[in-house]
């Protein structure tokens, strides 16, 4: 019994078609992250702390990151950043964004292939895009005493990085089949 | 969720635990300063490091203990003063109305604007 992918090649007309698929799947991910990002600035900050925000974009993270791989992910994240970035925000905005995407993603990439669910691979995710993201402010503020906002962040990237995975869970068991990405 | 999740949600929370309970320890090191002031000019400034008995003219004596300050005694009528909350690093104020004294907590270094960020 051996799969039917490894025993004979992919024809090329259907590597082909599978790219082109892949090219556009990321293009739409890629601007579902950029409203998702959109979105959230027009909600209201819910638990009154500045700077906590559910991070709905890197819904879309987690979820390219599981049906493709870190290297997707990337590209998706950092072209939503950039957008955004250019968008509404400023140079500093793109610097913070960046920092906490990229460290984020690093994260979940690394534990991802730890054998962690995606609940925790997202936990991680939210909680290392907050770190970034104050590791960024002191370094730019200059005041170390940052890390008295450490706590704070630590535990709203937990509660939103957990919200984000379980959703991320019921998008990949509900979508992957519609996708038809793994034909 | 697996076990190795619920590890990893252990270890942040511990992680926020700590990052929330040690700052409370170096808190007592601060070089934060009791500043008084009589009718809105300087009368004094003295560490909160240093337990101690402050008089403040002739109406008032304030006492510095256990980083916190507070007013103990005081000749006018209402003893207003004598009832506030006593005011530590964390910051506040304890006015005497009637003997227009304000003692307020400063920091040590000069007060700098904060940084905005967005």
């Known amino acids: 019994m051996v799969s039917r992918q490894s025993l004979t090649p992919l024809p090329a007309d259907k590597r082909i078609v599978r790219m082109k698929r892949k090219t556009a799947y990321l293009g739409l991910f890629t601007a579902v992250a950029i409203i998702f990002g959109y979105v959230e600035t027009l909600l209201p900050v819910v638990v009154g702390i500045p700077g906590v925000k559910i991070g709905l974009a890197n819904l879309v993270t987690v979820f390219v990151l599981y049906i493709y791989t870190w290297k997707e992910a990337l590209i998706v994240s950092v072209m939503r950043i950039l957008v955004t970035g250019f968008l509404f925000g400023n140079l500093f905005s793109i610097l913070f964004s960046l920092t906490g995407g990229l460290l984020s993603l690093l994260i979940m990439a690394f534990l991802?292939?730890?054998?962690?669910?995606?609940?925790?691979?997202?936990?991680?995710?939210?909680?290392?895009?907050?770190?970034?993201?104050?590791?960024?402010?002191?370094?730019?503020?200059?005041?170390v005493k940052m890390y008295y906002y450490m706590p704070v962040l630590l535990?709203?990237?937990?509660?939103?990085?957990?919200?984000?995975?379980?959703?991320?869970q019921e998008l990949l068991r509900r979508l992957t089949p519609i996708l038809g990405i793994t034909d | 969720m697996k076990k190795r999740?619920?590890?990893?949600?252990?270890?942040?929370?511990?992680?926020?635990?700590?990052f929330w309970i040690v700052p409370k320890f170096f808190s007592a090191h601060t070089d934060s300063i009791l500043r008084i002031s009589i009718d809105g000019e300087l009368y004094g400034e003295y560490p909160l490091d240093t337990d101690a008995e402050i008089a403040i003219g002739t109406?008032?004596?304030?006492?510095?203990?256990?980083?916190?300050?507070?007013?103990?005694?005081?000749?006018?009528?209402?003893?207003?003063?004598?009832?506030?909350?006593?005011?530590?690093?964390?910051?506040?104020?304890?006015?005497c109305l009637p003997n227009r004294i304000v003692l307020e907590i400063a920091d040590g270094e000069q007060t700098e604007p904060d940084s905005i960020a967005r």
Request: hydrophobic residues 45%; aromatic residues 4%.
């Open chain 1, 155 to 168: 535990v709203s990237g937990l509660i939103t990085g957990g919200c984000i995975g379980v959703v991320s």
């Open chain 2, 5 to 18: 999740d619920y590890v990893l949600v252990a270890v942040i929370l511990c992680t926020a635990f700590v």
């Open chain 1, 112 to 143: 991802k292939r730890k054998e962690f669910s995606i609940i925790g691979v997202s936990i991680a995710g939210g909680v290392a895009h907050n770190i970034g993201q104050i590791i960024i402010a002191a370094l730019v503020v200059e005041n």
């Open chain 2, 59 to 95: 109406t008032n004596i304030c006492k510095i203990q256990d980083q916190s300050v507070k007013m103990t005694e005081a000749d006018c009528p209402d003893h207003l003063c004598l009832k506030q909350k006593s005011i530590d690093a964390s910051g506040g104020t304890i006015v």
